[in-house]
């Protein structure tokens, strides 16, 4: 299970919409992931914010599914909250600069991640 990532990191929100949506449709929620990411000197946090709509009016000839939400971008590691930049951060820390990855870690304990 992951754990939450800390609320006192920096949030940049990006928000995706699914394709094909029109009047027929109405907003009825949205689906969040958190990913971990790094510039230099800096972790923060990237919100992919995805809504999610359901079509007002169904017609009985409709085959497209009722309920529409925009697919996650592609990740190198599915099902983790650790982004590109975080993953290039510790391979480059680990085969250019020799820290080993419980060296890393205690640093990223030290920040509150």
Known sequence: VRLPLPEELRREEEVIEP????????RIGEEVTEILEHKPG????????????AVKQ????????????AALP???L????????????????????H????????MLKQTGV
């Open 19 to 26: 394709d094909g949506i029109n009047d027929n449709w109405v």
């Open 42 to 53: 800096e972790l923060y946090v990237r919100r992919i914010i995805r809504h999610k709509y």
């Open 58 to 69: 169904a017609s009985q000839e409709q085959e497209e599914p009722a309920v529409r939400v």
């Open 74 to 76: 592609p990740l190198p």
């Open 78 to 97: 599915p099902r983790s909250n650790a982004g590109p930049s975080l993953l290039a951060e510790l391979l480059i820390n680990k085969y250019e600069y």
């Open 99 to 106: 820290l080993p990855f419980h060296r890393q870690i205690k």
